[in-house]
Structures are given as structure tokens and as C-alpha cells.
């Protein structure tokens, strides 16, 4: 399985970004997709999850104004990024594991990862 980010960039502060991550091949739709970020100098977290009802959860410092979803017919996961602040940069990736029960950002057993995509925000 590979999965395969784009959409990042440079933006200043204020703008929007919109991340895709595409799946290579097709993976069990109960599943806990999610984005996480490494931010430089700094360990890698968590910022938003989507189950496999689509439930949806997020770290407080993104929520409100990041969206999570996803195209399953397309095999796509997207993250919506607005209001974009310069503590958002960072290296954005996506994942995925199989949803025993708990499925947000602390999930701690994502078993694919995409290698990421840079995200820049400054004025």
C-alpha cells in the first residue's frame, strides 16, 4: 500500500491550503485515516483523524479551522486548511490503521504512511 500526499506549499499566513493523499490500492474501509505534522525542531502529532462512519476528530490548535474527509470511491483523503497560521508549518503526512475502537489524533497504531508533503506559512 502506498499512500501519496500533494497539495502543499507556501502560503502566508491567513490563506488556505488543500492537501490530498491518494491509496495506491484499495484498504479495508474500517480503517482510522489521519493527518499528522512534524514540525521543525519538533516531534511528529497528530492533528486530525476520520473513522470509518466518518466520525472526525482534531487537536485543538486546528480546530475550527481544518477539515478532514475523504473519497472513498476515489481512494483519497483530504485535509482542508484554512486561516492558516506560521505554528502550521511543517512536513504534512498521511496514514492510516485498521479501527480497533479509538480512532483520533492520539491513535498510536497507524500501519501505512505517506512520506509527506512541506507546508510554509510567512509573510
Known amino acids: 500500500v502506498q499512500l501519496v500526499e500533494s497539495g502543499g506549499g507556501s502560503v502566508q499566513p491567513g490563506g488556505s491550503l488543500r492537501l490530498s493523499c491518494t491509496v495506491s490500492?484499495?484498504?479495508?474501509?474500517?480503517?482510522?485515516w489521519g493527518w499528522f505534522r512534524q514540525a521543525p525542531g519538533q516531534e511528529r502529532e497528530g492533528i486530525a483523524t476520520?473513522?470509518?462512519?466518518?466520525?472526525?476528530d482534531y487537536i485543538g490548535s486546528v480546530k475550527g479551522r481544518f477539515t478532514i474527509s475523504q473519497d472513498n470511491a476515489k481512494g483519497t483523503l483530504f485535509l482542508q486548511m484554512d486561516n492558516l497560521k506560521v505554528e502550521d508549518t511543517g512536513r504534512y503526512c498521511c496514514?492510516?490503521?485498521?479501527?480497533?475502537?479509538?480512532?483520533?489524533?492520539?491513535?498510536?497504531?497507524?500501519?501505512?504512511w505517506g512520506k509527506g508533503t512541506p507546508v510554509t506559512i510567512s509573510s
Open positions: 496514514a492510516a490503521g485498521p479501527d480497533g475502537g479509538y480512532c483520533g489524533p492520539n491513535y498510536s497504531n497507524m500501519a501505512y
Open positions: 490500492i484499495y484498504v479495508r474501509t474500517n480503517y482510522c
Open positions: 476520520i473513522d470509518s462512519n466518518g466520525c472526525t
